[in-house]
């Protein structure tokens, strides 16, 4: 098990610098941050750090983007603090900001993704990134599945622990796979095809049914031998779709279907009633991706039934991805649910036993 920033006391933290590794990769739209579930999630940890009198120094990526510098007034709006931003991650700048700063202070450095060694998990970025720090935190469970600097190598330099959402991962995750398969129901959708097929795979004999919809749907029907027509597919898995079928029971895939511009683009309403029965009776429910292109108003409407029927069914909820959260926050359902992970992929690999190169650094296996 992991190493936790809850062991640690405030004697242990005061005045001492933490590289805190969190994920700010949002998605941006008409020049501002359209989701910022992942913020949030970050603020429990931040808040306790902060409040022990730790200098606190935020790194993460982001994609969308190059430079976090457009987004921070949103940032702080949604963590609910002030902090310094330093336009670097290593070097010269970071240290003196550090050197500078008061117990309590927090800097957001730059994009960590502008340096070539993050993502070649480079030892020389590694250390001059640990530099000018005391201690590393990886609370950035949705980026644990890279073998990147700050989430690996970094931990050689650094006495390193868990943060308070990464833990939560973990222990949420867990529980899911973990528990009897009886009862336990698996939903998967989505556009990432070659992502979901381990996680099939791996929950043929963990879950009592596992319901399909999105593009990985389209793989199955196709296997089935339904014209698809120009559906979004992969037929790389056609012939693992195909063995699924035959040898499984439990994989349960669309009967009727929302087709548009030879497209199907949404379960049809004798699906979204099937899977919201076989939800009803359910215990533990995992879920991750949208049923259909749920983006666009006209074909969320499966999800949507889908998510009330999880919301109505009782059971414990677990449901990730970044698709699935961002259709969440819009409808405001977010906190209906008894955990939202922040990870899309690395729920996935988490889901299909795939071992995560960000916790396998700091020590769980």
């Not at 609370?139 to 006495?159: C, D, G, I, M, Q």
């Not at 336990?184 to 097929?197: D, P, Q």
């Not at 949404?266 to 049923?291: C, R, V």
């Amino acid at each position: 098990m992991v190493k936790s920033i809850a062991e640690l006391t405030e004697k242990e933290l005061c005045g001492k610098k933490i590289l805190l590794r969190v994920d700010f990769n949002m998605p941006i739209e008409n020049g501002g941050v359209s989701e910022t579930y992942r913020i949030k999630a970050n603020k429990e940890t931040i808040n306790f750090l902060i409040e022990r009198d730790a200098i606190v120094g935020l790194v993460s990526h982001i994609t969308a983007i190059d430079s976090f510098e457009p987004t921070l007034n949103q940032i702080k709006e949604v963590l609910g603090i002030n902090f310094n931003f330093i336009n670097d991650c290593i070097g010269k700048s970071v240290k003196i900001g550090l050197n500078n700063a008061k117990p309590g202070d927090t800097f957001l450095l730059e994009n960590i993704r502008k340096y070539e060694g993050e993502e070649k998990n480079d030892i020389n970025f590694a250390k001059n990134l640990a530099e000018p720090f005391d201690l590393y935190v990886n609370n950035a469970f949705s980026a644990s599945h890279r073998n990147h600097a700050s989430l690996v190598a970094v931990t050689k330099f650094l006495p390193s622990y868990a943060g308070f959402l990464l833990k939560k991962e973990i222990d949420n995750l867990s529980k899911a796979l973990r528990s009897p398969k009886e009862n336990k129901t698996l939903i998967i959708g989505g556009a990432k095809i070659e992502t979901k097929f381990p996680v099939i795979k791996n929950f043929l004999d963990k879950a009592e049914n596992i319901l399909i919809g999105g593009a990985i749907a389209n793989v199955f029907l196709k296997a089935k031998n339904v014209d698809i027509k120009k559906s979004l597919t992969d037929d790389n898995f056609l012939p693992e779709a195909i063995k699924l079928l035959e040898e499984s029971d439990n994989i349960i895939i669309p009967e009727d279907y929302i087709i548009s511009d030879d497209m199907i683009l949404d379960i049809g309403q004798k699906t979204a009633a099937k899977f919201s029965e076989i939800i009803g009776k359910s215990k533990i429910i995992i879920w991750n991706g949208p049923l259909g292109k749920s983006e666009i108003e006209q074909f969320s409407q499966g999800t949507k039934e889908i998510a009330k029927a999880i919301i109505n069914s009782g059971a414990f909820s677990v449901v990730g991805g970044g698709d699935t959260i961002a259709f969440l926050e819009k409808l405001a359902l977010v906190d209906k649910f008894n955990y939202v992970s922040t990870g899309g992929g690395a729920m996935l690999e988490f889901l299909a036993k795939n071992k995560l190169p960000g916790l396998l650094a700091l020590g769980y296996e």
